[in-house]
């Protein structure tokens, strides 16, 4: 049966990384399978921080674009105004939440006028968000879906992004409010969900990110596809891409490639886009690292090949991190088999969930002595069962077809 299906926030198509590719396939795939999807979001920014093309002239207004398809289903997208910083801070970060907020808040009141909506899903962070959730359950009765992507409040808490305890259990009570309006609260690892639940005092659904497999998957000849990247056949590939934010804790990276200065066959590529790649350009042109390469976000069509142009994929982030965000770049790698080096601590469900499947290999978080030690294991080590493993997990749990089919019954959208 047909379902009309809203989607908010300010993360969409085409932003290529992070929640937006989640949210933007998320709706095309339900769209492709006979739904009427409709987004309130932004316009694209991110990982880079500016509104991209073609939508740079049209941001100061709101815009629509609308797509059908031969299932009978259909997507429309309703951007919305909102104040995006090219240097984002604490407070930055929060006007940009609370402009869109506000215009978004307009945008809904306008279709709240003109159609039945059956699922409000919407998208944290931000997480106080979730109010435009409540407000439309309270005036048409839909449900109301409440989907957490990374856990913001304890994120700005831990990593001090903000200091004062008042306004800590300010924002705590306002998500109460939110988690006691909501029909379903999901999110994306099991760690995350045993999180939320302890707060929530309601169950938490798990809804994991996934990967299309056969758009990433292994590809055997490595020595042509660095030569297509620039290196050489017998260059080893070390990888980090995905955003470049100051919770990574990248400079790790540079620290390990000190140790491979006199080593030209070892090259470290830092690949993506964000606040803090000039800062980290920066520190390793002042520590003199030739063995250090940025590269900018790959376009989608080379990106599979890029990926397995690398020997080992670095997925880094910091200790008070580990469980409050699940990586998006993980999926990614294990589709396409990679070698990944993790840092995460024993207590994280993404330490138990890779050594459960023996997919890669974990080092302690914020330790630079584990993740040197773990990157020269790497450089030696045959890793082939890890790949063969990663690649089998991807296939069996990650698969996009199996995690939103799994969706449409949990939400009732089928």
């Known amino acids: ?28 795939w339900l769209a492709k399978n006979g739904h009427e999807c409709t987004a309130i979001t932004a316009y694209p920014y991110y990982p880079y921080w500016k509104i991209q093309e073609p939508y740079h002239k049209k941001r100061f207004g709101y815009t629509s674009e609308r797509e059908e398809f031969p299932s009978g289903g259909s997507l429309t997208i309703h951007r919305c105004p909102m104040y995006v910083p090219a240097k984002p801070s604490g407070l930055k970060r929060m006007l940009l939440d609370f402009s869109f907020l506000v215009s978004s808040f307009l945008k809904l ?27 439309y359950k309270k005036i048409k009765k839909g449900q109301f879906i409440y989907h957490i992507q990374d856990m913001q409040i304890e994120a700005a808490r831990d990593l001090k992004m903000i200091s004062s305890e008042k306004i800590i259990n300010s924002l705590f009570k306002l998500e109460q409010y ?8 999901s999110s994306i690892s099991t760690g995350m969900v045993h999180r939320i639940q302890e707060k929530a005092n309601t169950p938490v659904m798990l809804f994991p990110n996934w990967t299309d497999t056969t758009l990433f998957y292994p590809i055997e000849n490595k020595g042509a596809l660095k030569t297509e990247f620039g290196f050489q056949p017998t260059d080893k590939i070390i990888l980090y891409s995905g955003a470049i934010g100051e919770k990574q804790g990248l400079e790790a990276i540079l620290e390990v490639a000190k140790n491979y200065r006199n080593n030209p066959t070892v090259k470290f590529i830092i690949c993506g886009s964000g606040p803090y790649k000039q800062t980290l350009q920066a520190l390793a042109t002042s520590l003199d690292l030739p ?23 670095l997925v880094i982030q910091k200790a008070n991190a580990s469980d409050l965000v699940m990586p998006s770049k993980i999926t990614t790698i294990l589709a396409v088999g990679g070698l990944a080096v993790i840092t995460a601590n024993e207590e994280s469900s993404l330490h138990a ?22 990157i020269e294991q790497a450089i030696v080590l045959d890793g082939s069962v890890m790949t063969k493993n990663a690649r089998g997990y991807a296939e069996n749990y990650l698969a996009i077809n199996k995690i939103m089919e799994g969706f449409q019954k949990m939400a009732s959208i089928t």
């Open 291 to 313: 063995n250090v390469v940025f590269f900018p976000l790959q376009p989608f069509d080379k990106f599979n090949r890029f990926l397995n142009a690398a020997d080992i994929h």
């Open 109 to 135: 009141l306008q279709l709240t006028l003109k159609t039945k909506i059956d699922t409000v899903f919407v998208v944290a962070p931000s997480f106080h968000f979730g109010l435009l959730g409540v407000l």
């Open 353 to 374: 969930l890779v050594r459960a499947h023996n997919m890669g290999i974990l080092v302690q978080a914020e330790n630079q002595q584990a993740l040197n030690y773990g």
């Open 1 to 28: 049966m047909k379902k009309n299906f809203l989607l908010i926030g300010y993360n969409f198509y085409p932003e290529p990384t992070g929640i937006g590719k989640y949210s933007g396939e998320m709706l095309y």
């Open 178 to 185: 939110i988690f006691s309006n909501a029909d379903i609260i």
